[in-house]
């Protein structure tokens, strides 16, 4: 499952990109603080750029802290740093701290910057660091459920099957979902399915293995 999840990942995450607010940058007001602000924006922007994930934090983190609406090119660098991180460190107490920043900072998001797909990849993120732990696993069926709320037939089309995947996850694991919520599930994933098909009919097939997988 592992291996499957890194291929699906590797191809699906750039393709659920969305650019919703945000898009104009907001410099503070005051001259010496948007001087800093600019400072620590290029600063971090070129240390993400070279691969230098671990030393855009401090900057990064700075930006955050005082200006959480700069633009949306912030939270889209904390993915790359968080995300790079979390995928590279092995030991796992520092790679649960860089998962939890990752969380937080789209907590951040949907406060200041909120995309289409910022639910969406919230929930995706959760599932591929965290499904394989199963006290996180109603956590990810939350965000899930919250993203089957706010986007409907507009989730991203991987997030169907992985939605699927926390249900059965949190069914066989913790025993807390019953066979007849699971096929509850189903058929309101189904519909998604079917809607995503009318809109695109040429890619009927690929729904068709979404749902049969």
């Known amino acids: 499952m592992k291996t499957k999840l890194t291929l699906l990942f590797t191809l699906l995450i750039a393709a659920g990109a969305a650019f919703g607010q945000c898009k104009e940058w907001k410099w503070p007001e005051d001259g010496e603080q948007k001087a800093l602000a600019e400072e620590k924006y290029v ?8 691969a230098k ?8 983190q700075w930006l955050l802290n005082n200006t959480p609406n700069l ?35 789209y ?20 599932f591929k660091y965290w499904y394989k732990d199963d006290s996180k696993l109603p956590t990810i069926l939350e965000w899930f459920n919250l993203n089957y709320e706010k986007r409907g037939a507009k989730m991203m ?3 169907i099957k992985f ?3 926390a249900v059965q996850l949190n069914g066989l694991k913790l025993k807390t979902i019953s066979e007849e919520q699971a096929l509850d599930y189903y058929d309101k994933l189904s519909g998604i399915v ?11 097939a690929k729904y068709d293995k979404i749902q049969a997988d």
Do not use: W
């Not at 912030?74 to 991180?85: P, Q, R, T, W």
């Not at 079917?194 to 009927?204: F, H, I, L, T, V």
């Open 43 to 50: 600063l971090h922007n070129d240390l993400v750029k070279n």
């Open 157 to 159: 089309d991987s997030n």
């Open 163 to 165: 939605h699927m995947q």
């Open 194 to 204: 079917s809607q995503k098909k009318a809109a695109k009919p040429d890619a009927a």
């Open 107 to 126: 907590d951040m998001r949907l406060e200041y910057c909120p995309t289409n797909t910022t639910y969406d990849r919230k929930a995706l993120y959760a």
């Open 71 to 105: 633009q949306s090119a912030i939270y889209i660098n904390g993915e790359k740093i968080f995300s790079k991180l979390a995928d590279a460190e092995k030991d796992p107490a520092r790679k649960a701290v860089y998962v939890d920043s990752l969380m937080m900072m």
């Open 53 to 60: 994930y671990r030393e855009a934090i401090p900057a990064h």
